[in-house]
């Protein structure tokens, strides 16, 4: 299985902004699905996310194996 790896990066400007504009976005509602003693114990090892937007839904799961 691969490895995800995330990057974050500094944008330098404005102009995303305008290369955005009329672009139409859409609410989207998440959260987490995780017992608390995993969290209160540091025990997780994986996480199920649920995303929502308007009719339509997913499930992500990240597993650290």
Do not use: C, N
Not at 27 to 41: K, V
Not at 56 to 64: F, G, N, P, Q, R
Request: aromatic fraction near 6%.
């Amino acid at each position: 299985m691969g490895v995800e790896i995330e990057r974050k990066f500094l944008v330098p400007s404005q102009a995303w902004r305008t290369a955005l504009a009329g672009i139409e976005g859409r609410p989207i509602q998440q959260g987490y699905l995780l017992a608390h003693e995993a969290i209160a114990h540091g025990v997780a090892r994986s996480s199920v996310r649920v995303r929502r937007a308007g009719d339509e839904a997913w499930l992500t799961i990240k597993s650290a194996e």
